[in-house]
């Protein structure tokens, strides 16, 4: 019975022991990310930038919660909230009551998919699929979402635009800080179920900005083509998930878009008519309720130092 049932029994165990570990153990492990980011006119003073995306809130994650609120104490000078908020209908209570202490700084937002509309069950091995056919969400010829239960997305909206946080879904935007430094904002709403407008924000940076920023949740490529273009030099977005179940030192299988996995999460480059800007993609600190797992991929949320160039 062991030469016969001995390996596949230890194969099982080895599996069922990795799926405990990514849905138990590092879907809770939340990280910080640190990176600095050379795009300051010179001699203009450091800024900390506060990064947060696809929190994919479910009733009880308090200590997804806790987390986020203890980030406060980063004391960012701007909060960028690249999307994905939501994974249940009746999470925008706690997802108010997490980003609370954070909506107390100057911020800006963009929604994705998952705020606007309920998740729905599906199987992972689509991913794959839509790498492959190159058609993801409802880019290509995939069918519109047809009988999708709608999220309660504008009592989210309505808080954070009472907290002074500024809404740029294909629109555009400015955040004054205390010391007078003006930012300029550029943002998109989600491409990735095709409702970004570029051209109604087209243009690029503002010239009497100190700095200008554009941000997106789903880093289309047709969206990196566009900001870049226009000569933004930095571009924040989400919903990648950093890949969510990667392979150790390989790295992460998909992206969900049609960004190239070796820049699903961190710090990179994007370069398009001969311009070059950085682009910042976060692995997020969620996952979508029906797949509460990720492998060699922490949740996360990024410290964004922003300083001339040396």
Known sequence: MRARYGVPLGITAVGAAGIAYAAGIETRSFRLRRVTVPVLP?????????????????????KKQR?????????????????????????VPEVLDALG????????????????????LRNPARY????????????????PAIGVERNPWEGMRDAFDAAGWIGLSNSRGR???????????TGLDDPHIKRDRYARVAGGPEADA??????????????LEAFTADRYPLILAG??????LCIPFYGALVTNCDLDTKRVKGLSTHTAQGRTSFLHVSAGCGTNRYTPVRFACPPEATLLTLTAPR
Request: avoid cysteine; aromatic fraction near 6%; charged fraction near 20%.
């Open 128 to 143: 794959l699929l839509e790498k492959a056919s190159g058609q993801h969400g409802l880019n290509g010829k995939n069918d």
């Open 67 to 91: 987390w986020l609120r203890s980030l406060a104490a980063l004391r960012p000078d701007l909060v960028v909230n690249t999307g994905d908020n939501l994974s249940d209908k009746d999470g």
């Open 175 to 185: 955040v004054k800080l205390d010391d007078g430094v003006e930012i300029a904002l």
């Open 101 to 120: 202490p954070l909506m107390e700084f100057p911020g800006a937002y963009v929604f994705g998919s998952n705020d606007y509309y309920a998740p729905r």
């Open 210 to 223: 100190d700095l200008s920023l554009a941000v997106v949740h789903a880093p289309y490529l047709r969206v």
């Open 42 to 62: 010179r001699g203009m003073r450091p800024l900390r930038l506060l990064q947060v995306s696809d929190i994919h809130m479910v009733g009880g994650q308090r």
């Open 239 to 244: 919903h990648t998930h950093g890949g969510q």
